[in-house]
């Protein structure tokens, strides 16, 4: 079946503007998480929801930062008025959550390379 | 807080040779702990995770909760290995913690 697709997969964006970064999880998949990741560093996590409900925003790193995933699948992470530090990779990863803790494996989309100038 | 360290930003072996990526983690709870691999031009992937024991290409893990350390290992490696490694550690509040990778390079 499908896997985690993310879109778009390239965003160059300048300084300042807004940015909608999109998710489509494996159909099914309970959880669903974001991170970013920076150049020669493993992935940092921003969020995790369980269907719709935001359980941990801890990591989004401004208040500039916004996910969304109102009916339980799609998500949106937005960017308002990007700076240059927040160029990187953006991930997204779904898991079924059998265990109902959030500690399932996590399944990974391609990812969305964002670049602030 | 908890932390995953990967020392090794770069691990180079030659083809056959063993190989052990390391990992070391703090975290105050039960961990759980997974291996992330991600190939050239393809996404990060699951490789295996410590509460399924299991081995997966060759690789090996063991939780060692006295070193908190999880190292990655696999007795003779293959060029196809060649590839970026990722330790994670999950909560069970669905956080995850990523180490900074090792680049694993096989030479033949």
């Known amino acids: 079946g499908a896997g985690v697709s993310q879109s778009p997969r390239y965003k160059v964006a300048k300084r300042g503007q807004d940015v909608a970064l999109r998710c489509d999880p494996i159909?099914?998949?309970?959880?669903l998480f974001w991170y970013q990741q920076a150049l020669g560093q493993g992935p940092e996590f921003l969020t995790y929801?369980?269907?719709?409900?935001?359980?941990?925003k801890s990591g989004l790193p401004s208040d500039r930062f916004f996910a969304e995933r109102p009916e339980g699948s799609v998500s949106t992470l937005k960017i308002q008025r990007t700076q240059q530090e927040d160029s990187a990779v953006y991930l997204c990863a779904s898991s079924p959550d059998l265990t109902g803790l959030g500690t399932d494996t996590q399944y990974f989309g391609p990812g969305t390379r964002l670049t602030v100038l | 807080a908890q932390r995953v360290t990967q020392p090794e930003k770069l691990l180079s072996v030659f083809k056959g040779a063993p190989v052990e990526l390391k990992c070391n983690y703090s975290?105050?709870?039960?961990?759980?702990l997974f291996w992330y691999v991600q190939y050239s031009r393809q996404r990060l992937q699951l490789l295996l995770r410590h509460i399924s024991r299991e081995s997966i290409k060759g690789f090996t893990a063991d939780l060692n909760k006295g070193e908190t350390s999880f190292h990655l290992k696999k007795p003779f490696a293959q060029e196809e290995d060649s590839a970026m490694y990722y330790c994670?550690?999950?909560?069970?509040?669905?956080?995850?913690?990523f180490g900074d990778g090792t680049t694993l390079t096989v030479k033949p």
């Open positions: 975290y105050s709870g039960s961990p759980e």
């Open positions: 159909s099914g998949h309970v959880s």
């Open positions: 994670a550690l999950n909560t069970n509040a669905g956080k995850s913690t």
């Open positions: 929801f369980q269907n719709e409900a935001q359980l941990d």
